[in-house]
């Protein structure tokens, strides 16, 4: 019996720490830098096609709102309501200050931290100013590369497009599955990048620009990242 007490006794005191152990991780990656970064990098392992590791981003055309600006804006809000809700963040840059890292280096942080989710926040410019709308890219298949995060990078890419379109309201581009993205193809976890909308865009410009859209994004994709993991979302407070 003593011994079976103190089993008993050590398996309890044993409990809180492994919950916390398993309090999954989310990396947030908001796009871009301060800095274009035009050194180049293999756009998968072992690959000798090679990109450049970041061209820089968009900006608002109406708003002159810097991409890599929003996007830390909605992500710092997103780490906010995630770590509420009792997931622990990673975020690869927490500034708009310097260079940017590149690619291979975000899926490295992304590796490193074991992510039970990748989340790359960006915003979209095209020529076209009509285009708009929001959509979320994921990585395609490729064997030796994304075998192993295929198919649930592509059911986070589902469940988080539809509650981060349902919380902005912009039209539905849907799904994209990309074989040329190097933060995908070096990634050994689940991996998604949402184009919240077009910054090209004058409508959708302005609106992401206020900090009620940028509140609005952090929702959609804090709920949509909560149902992927399947923890509870929160009500609307
Ligand atoms: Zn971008």
């Given at each position: 019996?003593?011994?079976?007490?103190?089993i008993?006794l050590?398996?309890?005191?044993?409990?809180?720490?492994a919950?916390?152990?398993?309090?999954?991780?989310?990396v947030?990656?908001?796009?871009?830098?301060?800095?274009?970064?035009a050194?180049?990098?293999?756009?998968g392992p072992?690959?000798?096609?090679?990109?450049?590791?970041?061209g820089?981003?968009?900006?608002?055309?109406v708003?002159?709102?810097?991409?890599a600006?929003?996007?830390?804006?909605?992500?710092l809000?997103?780490r906010?309501?995630?770590?509420?809700?009792?997931?622990?963040?990673v975020?690869?840059?927490?500034?708009?200050?310097?260079?940017?890292?590149?690619?291979?280096?975000r899926a490295?942080?992304a590796?490193?931290?074991?992510?039970?989710?990748?989340?790359?926040?960006?915003?979209?410019g095209?020529?076209?100013?009509?285009?708009?709308?929001?959509?979320?890219?994921y990585p395609?298949?490729?064997?030796?590369?994304?075998?192993?995060?295929?198919?649930?990078s592509?059911?986070?890419?589902?469940?988080?497009?539809?509650?981060?379109?349902?919380?902005?309201?912009?039209?539905?581009?849907?799904?994209?599955?990309?074989?040329?993205?190097?933060?995908?193809?070096?990634?050994?976890?689940?991996?998604?990048?949402?184009?919240?909308?077009?910054m090209?865009?004058?409508?959708?410009d302005?609106?992401?620009?206020?900090?009620?859209?940028?509140?609005?994004?952090?929702?959609g994709?804090?709920r949509?990242t909560?149902?992927?993991?399947?923890r509870?979302?929160?009500?609307r407070?």
């Amino acid at each position: 019996m003593p011994v079976r007490l103190a089993i008993l006794l050590g398996a309890l005191l044993l409990v809180p720490a492994a919950a916390a152990q398993q309090r999954p991780v989310v990396v947030i990656d908001p796009g871009h830098d301060l800095r274009a970064n035009a050194q180049t990098e293999p756009i998968g392992p072992g690959s000798s096609t090679r990109k450049i590791k970041d061209g820089g981003g968009t900006h608002g055309v109406v708003s002159g709102l810097r991409e890599a600006d929003l996007n830390l804006r909605v992500s710092l809000r997103l780490r906010t309501l995630l770590e509420r809700a009792g997931v622990r963040v990673v975020m690869t840059r927490t500034a708009t200050a310097g260079t940017s890292i590149g690619n291979i280096a975000r899926a490295r942080i992304a590796n490193r931290a074991r992510a039970a989710l990748f989340l790359r926040v960006h915003a979209d410019g095209s020529t076209d100013p009509t285009a708009r709308g929001t959509h979320t890219l994921y990585p395609a298949l490729r064997s030796g590369w994304t075998d192993d995060i295929y198919s649930e990078s592509k059911r986070a890419g589902r469940v988080v497009q539809a509650d981060l379109r349902a919380a902005l309201g912009f039209p539905d581009r849907g799904l994209q599955e990309r074989t040329d993205y190097t933060g995908f193809n070096w990634a050994d976890v689940p991996a998604i990048l949402v184009e919240m909308g077009f910054m090209t865009n004058p409508t959708e410009d302005r609106l992401l620009a206020t900090a009620a859209y940028q509140r609005r994004a952090a929702i959609g994709l804090c709920r949509g990242t909560l149902r992927f993991l399947g923890r509870p979302v929160a009500r609307r407070r």
